[in-house]
């Protein structure tokens, strides 16, 4: 199995569940803070991984690898922190408009 197959469910877990939160407030607001937090992880993961491996910390095999790289870094590992950007709101997202509608101030 690849890595890319990895995480193809994650992938499509992050899309259902924000695409769950579309019709939730400041959809819009959350999709561009998210998009400014996969930058940073983004960057952050390209220079920590090319760092990492050319430190000899670990290494992947090639058979399991997609071949695209960005310096040493493989491009499946940018994948995980892209979902995290998406997903993690958008799981807040939810989890606190059910909050909301629970409260007792809600209703009143």
């Known amino acids: 199995m690849t890595y890319a197959l990895i995480v193809v469910p994650f992938a499509l877990l992050t899309l259902t569940v924000t695409l769950a939160t579309l019709r939730l407030p400041r ?3 959350r999709m561009a803070a998210s998009a400014l937090a996969a930058v940073v992880l983004c ?4 220079v920590f991984d090319n760092v990492m491996i050319g430190a000899g910390l670990f290494t ?3 058979e399991h690898l997609s071949g695209l790289r960005l310096g040493l870094a ?3 590992d940018f ?4 979902c995290a950007a998406f997903l993690v709101p958008a799981v807040w997202t939810i ?4 909050a909301v509608r629970r409260t007792p101030e809600a209703s009143a």
């Open 74 to 76: 493989p491009l499946e």
């Open 79 to 82: 994948s995980y922190p892209l």
């Open 60 to 62: 992947y095999p090639d």
């Open 43 to 46: 960057l952050l993961t390209a």
């Open 95 to 98: 989890l606190e408009s059910r």
């Open 27 to 29: 959809f819009g607001a």
